[in-house]
């Protein structure tokens, strides 16, 4: 098993729809400001149009995923409309997305010469 298999994902950003908060990890901080605000906006949006809780998260690969989760007690949760949602934002947002996990990629790649 190659050390990269015992990696955890590296929680980019994500938005709680329980507690209103929006979350954007501190190693990314250095993301132009446009692109960290697009990425606010689509977390906060998601999240108020289905409910949840949505994480975006880097896979050990560089593979950008959305997580969704909610509260068992929430039937309010759009569980159909989120899994759209998803698949929606994949492709509206493609070229974001790739220019992310690339970015992401990239940053591993310079850390581990270091």
């Given at each position: ?28 901080r ?53 899994g ?8 509206e ?7 992310l ?6 940053s ?7």
């Open positions: 098993m190659s050390e990269r298999e015992d990696e955890e994902n590296v929680v980019l950003c994500g938005a709680n729809s329980y507690e209103q908060k929006y979350y954007l990890n501190e190693r990314f250095v993301l132009p400001q446009s692109i960290q605000d697009e990425l606010k906006v689509l977390c906060v949006l998601f999240v108020e149009d289905v409910g949840g809780i949505l994480t975006m998260e880097f896979e050990p690969d560089g593979s950008l995923v959305m997580r969704v989760q909610n509260d068992e007690a929430d039937y309010l949760f759009d569980e159909i409309g989120s759209l949602k998803v698949k929606q934002i994949r492709q947002k493609r070229e974001l997305l790739e220019a996990e690339l970015y992401y990629r990239a591993r790649q310079l850390e581990e010469k270091t």
